[in-house]
């Protein structure tokens, strides 16, 4: 099966508990464009749209996608820069019951092509050019019914020509407890893994997301991580703020010569950034000539927050600090914007919902002492039981009775809320953009002078941790070096976030006693 369920006695649980509601974006859009009509919705670049051409537009595209033929339970590659058009195409999908699959702006061949191939996508929706990068060009590798550019077509056909004025016809609307999109997971295993999340369930998320943040109809979300990420999307990013009533405003970049002025313009009262950004706007705000006193609330998360750093943020900026602890597979743990100020600065939060089952555990799935460090297990409303197509990674990635394994370390505090203190997965949290070893070593094996190879994190002041391949050489044949295995990565297609930051030739890899490389022993070198 491609999407493992809810179980029928949970679901009925979540639901008795107003948890689930039986809404779907499309009507969540419909209903907010009735209340909402002539407020502004989305902001960026030269567009502002009110909620009711938001839901208009929708409306327009998803007659455009279904001309296509693209309809219930069909997979869309989105892969699109931070402007409003990314909430009409995914709000148009929504509407004919397609499921985006959220790539991010970094992602290039490799990934994209993944994507398309895995989930037999219909369509792949991107721009021409950003960030200097082609995706026209990248598009032409792809194997994909239908691409689609919101920008210069190139040989495509333009987003532009899709937004027709005729009803959706034949379409059967979603239903609340459908797929609505597929999230990537940040991963540890060899190929990405793909999230299935529900409208019913994301929805839950959402909502509770606002209310815990405090979001009102003068609320102005500033989206600045990639719009497709779970923390801007939903924690409670853009639909958070939606929901609320009040406005988003999509910058192009997350630098504060782009962020800040436009704080400024929007009287922006929430955003969200990943710890080097939030370190990186903390400085910039001690000379900067933008009006910041909008802002009322920093969140940060995604990677470790270190605690110097946390404490300094919130008076540097003017505002609150909230810490976020997230997955795009399910729970979101959030500081209180009311939580004493050692619990801000020294937990990553507590849950969302109050049925977020928690278990800390030792290896072998045995609970630890209150306090006490271990496995964090989590089941609930909002998290997945099941990756999507990938029968045989859940039977190790959720326990029997359906907890997922987060392959975080934490502890918990009589409060509730969690401290992450290390990580068992075999990823590198590169400043909250993850990095599955497996997937880099499985490319990096694929160069001919590469016998073996290990990829592991290094712990970096800025980033938190950057990447470090050690590579055996092959025998016998030209040595491998740092530029030559860069540039073969990079024509691979892989993003470039993933490429090793640093290279190391060794004659051979530890071993452990079982005979397996030894990760702990290269880490610590
Ligand atoms: C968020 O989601 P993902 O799916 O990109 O990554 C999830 C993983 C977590 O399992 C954990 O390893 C790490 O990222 N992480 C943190 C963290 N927040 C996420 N590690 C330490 N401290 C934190 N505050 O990253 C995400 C999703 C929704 C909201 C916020 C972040």
Same mark, same amino acid.
């Given at each position: 099966m491609s999407f493992v369920p809810y179980p029928a006695d949970f679901a009925e649980r979540y639901r008795a508990a107003g948890y689930w509601r039986g809404e779907t974006f499309g009507s969540l859009l419909r209903e907010r464009a009735a209340a909402? =009509?002539?407020? #502004?919705a989305l902001v960026g670049g030269a567009d502002r749209w009110t909620y009711s051409e938001l839901d208009e537009r929708a409306d327009r595209l998803a007659a455009g996608f279904a001309r296509l033929s693209i309809g219930p339970g069909d997979r869309v590659v989105v892969q699109l820069p931070n402007r409003p058009a990314f909430y009409e195409v995914i709000f148009a999908l929504f509407r004919v019951g397609a499921l985006p699959v959220f790539a991010l702006p970094a992602h290039r061949s490799a990934e994209i092509g993944y994507f398309c191939a895995f989930t037999e996508a219909s369509a792949y929706v991107t721009t021409d050019v950003h960030d200097g990068f082609d995706h026209r060009e990248l598009a032409a590798v792809l194997k994909v019914p239908y691409v689609i550019v919101d920008g210069d077509p190139g040989p495509y056909i333009p987003l532009e020509s899709l937004r027709v004025s005729e009803p959706v016809t034949g379409v059967r609307p979603p239903r609340? =407890?459908? #797929?609505a999109f597929l999230q990537l997971s940040g991963g540890s295993t060899g190929t990405p893994k793909l999230i299935p999340r529900t409208h019913d369930d994301y929805l839950y998320s959402v909502r509770g997301s606002a209310e815990i943040c405090g979001l009102d109809a003068d609320s102005v979300y500033l989206c600045a991580l990639p719009a497709a990420h779970n923390f801007p999307l939903s924690s409670p990013g853009v639909l958070g703020v939606l929901y609320a009533g009040g406005h988003a405003v999509m910058a192009p970049r997350p630098t504060p010569d782009t962020c800040f002025p436009l704080i400024e313009r929007e009287g922006v009262t929430i955003t969200a950034l990943v710890p080097p950004l939030a370190i990186i706007w903390a400085e910039a705000a001690t000379h900067a000539t933008a009006d910041l006193s909008s802002l009322r609330v920093l969140q940060v998360g995604g990677a470790t927050f270190a605690e110097e750093a946390a404490r300094r943020v919130g008076p540097a900026l003017g505002c609150t600090l909230q810490q976020v602890f997230g997955m795009a597979e399910g729970l979101v743990n959030y500081t209180r914007l009311d939580d004493p100020a050692d619990l801000v600065v020294g937990t990553q939060g507590r849950p969302i919902s109050p049925d977020d089952e928690i278990l800390i555990v030792d290896d072998d799935d045995r609970p630890v002492a209150p306090g006490d460090p271990g496995h964090l297990l989590t089941r609930g409303p909002y998290t997945i039981r099941g990756y999507y197509r990938a029968e045989e990674h859940n039977r190790t990635a959720f326990t029997g009775d359906g907890f997922y394994r987060t392959g975080d370390i934490v502890r918990r505090l009589a409060t509730g809320h969690l401290v992450v203190v290390g990580r068992a997965k075999d990823q590198i949290n590169r400043g909250g953009e993850k990095i599955s070893a497996k997937e880099v070593e499985n490319h990096l094996l694929a160069h001919p002078t590469v016998l073996d190879t290990s990829v592991v994190a290094v712990p970096d002041d800025y980033l938190g941790e950057r990447t470090r391949a050690y590579v055996v050489p092959r025998d016998g044949g030209p040595a491998p070096t740092a530029p030559v295995l860069r540039r073969f990565l990079r024509e691979r297609g892989l993003a470039a976030y993933k490429i090793p930051d640093q290279f190391a030739f060794v004659d051979t890899l530890p071993t452990t006693a079982v005979g397996k490389i030894s990760k702990g022993d290269l880490r610590s070198r």
């Amino acid at each position: 099966m491609s999407f493992v369920p809810y179980p029928a006695d949970f679901a009925e649980r979540y639901r008795a508990a107003g948890y689930w509601r039986g809404e779907t974006f499309g009507s969540l859009l419909r209903e907010r464009a009735a209340a909402f =009509g002539d407020r #502004v919705a989305l902001v960026g670049g030269a567009d502002r749209w009110t909620y009711s051409e938001l839901d208009e537009r929708a409306d327009r595209l998803a007659a455009g996608f279904a001309r296509l033929s693209i309809g219930p339970g069909d997979r869309v590659v989105v892969q699109l820069p931070n402007r409003p058009a990314f909430y009409e195409v995914i709000f148009a999908l929504f509407r004919v019951g397609a499921l985006p699959v959220f790539a991010l702006p970094a992602h290039r061949s490799a990934e994209i092509g993944y994507f398309c191939a895995f989930t037999e996508a219909s369509a792949y929706v991107t721009t021409d050019v950003h960030d200097g990068f082609d995706h026209r060009e990248l598009a032409a590798v792809l194997k994909v019914p239908y691409v689609i550019v919101d920008g210069d077509p190139g040989p495509y056909i333009p987003l532009e020509s899709l937004r027709v004025s005729e009803p959706v016809t034949g379409v059967r609307p979603p239903r609340p =407890g459908d #797929v609505a999109f597929l999230q990537l997971s940040g991963g540890s295993t060899g190929t990405p893994k793909l999230i299935p999340r529900t409208h019913d369930d994301y929805l839950y998320s959402v909502r509770g997301s606002a209310e815990i943040c405090g979001l009102d109809a003068d609320s102005v979300y500033l989206c600045a991580l990639p719009a497709a990420h779970n923390f801007p999307l939903s924690s409670p990013g853009v639909l958070g703020v939606l929901y609320a009533g009040g406005h988003a405003v999509m910058a192009p970049r997350p630098t504060p010569d782009t962020c800040f002025p436009l704080i400024e313009r929007e009287g922006v009262t929430i955003t969200a950034l990943v710890p080097p950004l939030a370190i990186i706007w903390a400085e910039a705000a001690t000379h900067a000539t933008a009006d910041l006193s909008s802002l009322r609330v920093l969140q940060v998360g995604g990677a470790t927050f270190a605690e110097e750093a946390a404490r300094r943020v919130g008076p540097a900026l003017g505002c609150t600090l909230q810490q976020v602890f997230g997955m795009a597979e399910g729970l979101v743990n959030y500081t209180r914007l009311d939580d004493p100020a050692d619990l801000v600065v020294g937990t990553q939060g507590r849950p969302i919902s109050p049925d977020d089952e928690i278990l800390i555990v030792d290896d072998d799935d045995r609970p630890v002492a209150p306090g006490d460090p271990g496995h964090l297990l989590t089941r609930g409303p909002y998290t997945i039981r099941g990756y999507y197509r990938a029968e045989e990674h859940n039977r190790t990635a959720f326990t029997g009775d359906g907890f997922y394994r987060t392959g975080d370390i934490v502890r918990r505090l009589a409060t509730g809320h969690l401290v992450v203190v290390g990580r068992a997965k075999d990823q590198i949290n590169r400043g909250g953009e993850k990095i599955s070893a497996k997937e880099v070593e499985n490319h990096l094996l694929a160069h001919p002078t590469v016998l073996d190879t290990s990829v592991v994190a290094v712990p970096d002041d800025y980033l938190g941790e950057r990447t470090r391949a050690y590579v055996v050489p092959r025998d016998g044949g030209p040595a491998p070096t740092a530029p030559v295995l860069r540039r073969f990565l990079r024509e691979r297609g892989l993003a470039a976030y993933k490429i090793p930051d640093q290279f190391a030739f060794v004659d051979t890899l530890p071993t452990t006693a079982v005979g397996k490389i030894s990760k702990g022993d290269l880490r610590s070198r």
